[in-house]
Structures are given as C-alpha cells and as structure tokens.
C-alpha cells in the first residue's frame, strides 16, 4: 500500500518535503508492508549538501542523525526500511521467537527440578509480539519520523555512486561537500542449488514474519542464523532438519561450541546433518524434497540459512576504482575506503553485528567531524549465537590464534562441574575456554557456552580487548557460586 506521509515541521536548513514510493515486495502473502517508499522531492531541493549517507541501517541512521544534529546538512538514503535488518527480520525479532522457545524449554524442565506442568506452545503470541512490540507490522513511520525530526532529509530509493563525492538516485544527482557513508548493508545469500530458484522457499525474513510454525522444516546452513531459527521453531513442535555442508555447527566458532550444540539441537528433536552437499531441491504439492548425495529429506517448508551476501557492483564502487567483484569494502582505520568516502557495517566484512556497525559509525563521524580521533581495533570483536545453550566469543579462536604464529597456552572449565552448573541442573551444559598468548601472558581469544553464555562473555571481552594479564584475572575475586566463576577455573587450567 502506498501512503504519503505528512512529516512534522522542519528547519529551514532541512526544509519539509513529501515522499514519493518505489516498490518493496512483502515477503510473504500474510505480511503486509505499509511504509514510506518514496523519494524526496520539492522544489526547493538541493542537489549539495554536507554529507550523503547510503542505507540507514542502525549504524548509519546514527550516523546520520549525529552529523545532523551537529549543524551539517545531511541526506540519508534507504530502499527499504529506515533502521534496516536487525529490527525488522533480524537481532529484535528473532530474539522474541528464541525467547519464547526457552521459555516453553524451561517449563518443560519443570519436571527435573520442581514437579509436574502441562506446556501448550501458541506461536500466535510470538507472532503478534513481532508485529505489535518489535516491527509494528514493518512500518518505519518512527523511525522515519525520529531520523526527519533529526533534521535529516530522507530519500527512498537506491543509490549509485557516480564519483567520489556525487551519488544518484532514481535519475536525480547529489553531490556532498565532506562525505559520503556507504552502510549498504547485505542481503540474504541464496546458493546456486539446482532447482532451488523455482521453489517458494523463505529466507530469515519470511521465516520472522511467519504466522504460523511449519509442521516440519529443513534448514539449508548450520550457521548463527540457521541453528537459532531451528531451534526457535523446533520448541514450537516443528519437525526440524538441519544441513550444514561444513564438519561441524557453527563453523567460525570453537569445535566444542559445535559440538556442544549439536547435543542440544538433537535433544530438542533436531534432525542434523553435516558435511553435507545438497544436490537438487524440489517442490511439489506443497512437500520440499531436499536430496542430498546418499539420501533425500521431505518437509513442508524450506528455510535458506547460507549467510549474507554484497552487490558492490550495483552501488556502483567502480567510481571509486574500487573492483566491482570484491565482496567487502576494505578500510583504513577512519572508516575511509577513498578520502571522504567512508564504509561501515556488514560491506566492511568484519562482522554483520549491529554492534559492529555502530562501532565503525562512531569512529566516521568522529573523523567527519574532525574531533577527538578514534581508530577502529579489530582483535576483539565479540559475537554471540542466542541458541540455548548460548555461545559467546570474542577474539580469536584456538585454530585462529596458532595459525597466526603465536605460542598458544588453553585452559577449559566444563559449566557441569562447576558449583553453579551442578545447582542449575536441568540445562546447565556448556563450558569456559580461554585462549592464551603465551609470550604476552594475555587472552587473545575466549568463549562462553552455557546459559547466559553472551552475559558471561563481558568479562572476557573485556580482558581480550584490554590486554588484561592473565595474572591480574587470576588475581580477581570471582562471585561464588556464579557460571562467570569458572572463567578463574579455565584460567587456572591455561596449559
């Protein structure tokens, strides 16, 4: 449906504009998108201003607030929605779908630890929490409104580098006196299965916007997004499939982390399979069949969980002397890939995290602003995978740090053993690893999987991002009985 909003009154350095739409699909027939697609026009329109900022993810919307806010006209590009995956298909909703998918475990544990209790799973509830709490039906009008009121001028539509200082969109020219920021973002990556492009199958947006649990499901990609949505569904009832064409789970993390996984999907009735090739896929009255080399599964829905994937080439990088075929953007450590020209976010290639997207927003405005200078540090970048039990790491991992030359030293505390992991019981897997620099005496790398394994991980982010020694960490007072307890036992293991 298209609409024109009546924006609220702005400055005269902004001006009031109205807005013209450009098409955005809905992604299933359930769901229907109901915002802002238009361009801005007017007559009054300048075609310079200070700084163009391309896709309005999180870390660009900040950017470009705070640019406006600090008195520089500013122009802000976006396709789709203003705010970009993470509140609409990505980290908000579907923490609310793995939320609710825990809560229905923990009650389900009830009988280990305190009696008995009926459990009736109603994904309807998990539905509406999406449309009413975290997307509002994916309509940006608040966004949109917080960025205008910013004295932001927003433009929909997509945007083509011309120049190192010019950008087009939709036929019209803009040219920025001090920057550009290209936060484009990434899109789902579809792999070249064979009959996979004539099949209805979703991707993590469809799978967000669902109203209903799929009686059965088979997810293609055993990455961060896969396992979670497959577990997410999974204590909903659904009859899960996992195929993963690496040896293990979550190929970027530890093997253990892997592994510990896998014991928890396959108890929550996940079918897993790994080092897997899938040969063909096809569909037919309202049955996927996914055939692998030895053997073929059916299930009534298909979810493609194979990463994110760039389009440089259609942003047009080439202006910039940049190959059009790169995947990632490379920087210098302002966020510049061409003077005034910055890249932040999932284009950067150094982690599709929201967090990271505002970090490096952050360190271009500084730059753009000529304040204070901050540089952007990459050797302790956390991540968190939100299964149950959750996976929190940061740093490098053991494989990562040995290959790098360094003299490597590991200490592992098992949660299980741990005063806190016996009182917990009923899911208490998981574990501590630390990995050590020997000729520092300092962490490069450490992981967290248990419950609350992301909140366990601050500490230890903290010590790898700090350089911390490990002999202040073992000399700390750790909280008894608590899971962060056992980072002192992992650190007391370091061999």
């Known amino acids: 449906m298209l609409q024109t909003a009546v924006l609220p009154p702005r400055t005269e350095a902004s001006r009031t504009h109205t807005l013209r739409s450009t098409a955005f699909p809905p992604t299933v027939e359930e769901v229907h998108i109901n915002f802002r697609q238009n361009d801005l026009v007017g007559e009054d329109m300048a075609s310079e201003v ?176 896969g396992v979670e949505l497959a577990q997410a569904f999974a204590r909903f009832d659904s009859r899960v499939s996992v195929i993963e064409a690496s040896d293990r789970l979550v190929p970027l993390e530890e093997p253990e982390s892997g592994a510990e996984l896998l014991k928890a999907l396959e108890a929550d009735g996940v079918n897993v399979t790994v080092k897997a090739q899938v040969k063909s896929i096809e569909h037919s009255a309202g049955t996927f069949t996914v055939h692998l080399e030895d053997k073929s599964l059916p299930a009534s829905q298909l979810l493609i969980a194979t990463g994110r994937n760039t389009n440089l080439g259609s942003l047009g990088v080439a202006a910039l002397g940049i190959d059009e075929d790169v995947k990632f953007l490379e920087t210098d450590e302002y966020m510049q890939v061409a003077p005034g020209v910055y890249a932040i976010g999932d284009i950067t290639g150094k982690g599709a995290f929201t967090h990271m997207s505002m970090y490096q927003s952050a360190i271009a405005v500084a730059h753009i602003l000529e304040a204070e200078p901050r540089t952007a540090e990459y050797h302790a970048v956390p991540r968190v995978t939100f299964t149950d039990p959750e996976i929190g790491s940061v740093g490098l991992t053991e494989a990562q740090a040995r290959s790098t030359g360094l003299s490597v030293r590991v200490g592992r505390a098992d949660l299980t053993e741990s005063s806190r992991g016996w009182l917990h019981k009923a899911g208490n897997s998981g574990f501590i690893k630390v990995v050590e620099d020997a000729a520092t005496g300092t962490l490069v790398g450490a992981t967290s999987v248990g419950p609350s394994g992301g909140e366990v991980l601050g500490l230890l982010a903290l010590a790898v991002h700090a350089r911390i020694p490990v002999s202040t960490l073992r000399s700390m007072i750790y909280a008894y009985p608590t899971f962060h307890r056992a980072i002192e036992s992992a650190l007391n293991d370091l061999q």
């Open 50 to 225: 200070d700084v163009i900022v391309i896709g309005l993810g999180p870390g660009g919307e900040a950017a470009a607030g705070k640019l406006a806010r600090s008195g520089l006209s500013v122009i802000g590009v976006e396709a789709r929605l203003v705010g970009g995956e993470c509140p609409y298909y990505g980290c908000i909703p579907s923490k609310m779908m793995i939320r609710a998918g825990n809560a229905l475990m923990e009650g389900r544990r009830i009988q280990e630890l305190a009696g008995q209790a009926a459990i009736t799973p109603d994904w309807s509830m998990v539905a509406h929490r999406i449309r009413n709490e975290a997307t509002d039906n994916w309509d940006d009008t608040v966004a949109m409104n917080r960025l205008v009121d910013s004295g932001v001028e927003l433009i929909r539509g997509r945007a083509q580098l011309t120049g190192a200082t010019t950008v087009n969109v939709a036929g019209q020219e803009y040219a920025a006196r001090k920057a550009i920021i290209i936060n484009a973002g990434t899109e789902p990556a579809v792999p070249p299965i064979p009959g996979l492009s004539s099949v209805p199958y979703w991707t993590n947006r469809e799978a967000i916007a669902t109203t209903r649990v799929p009686e059965s499901l088979i997810v293609i990609g055993g990455g961060a997004i």
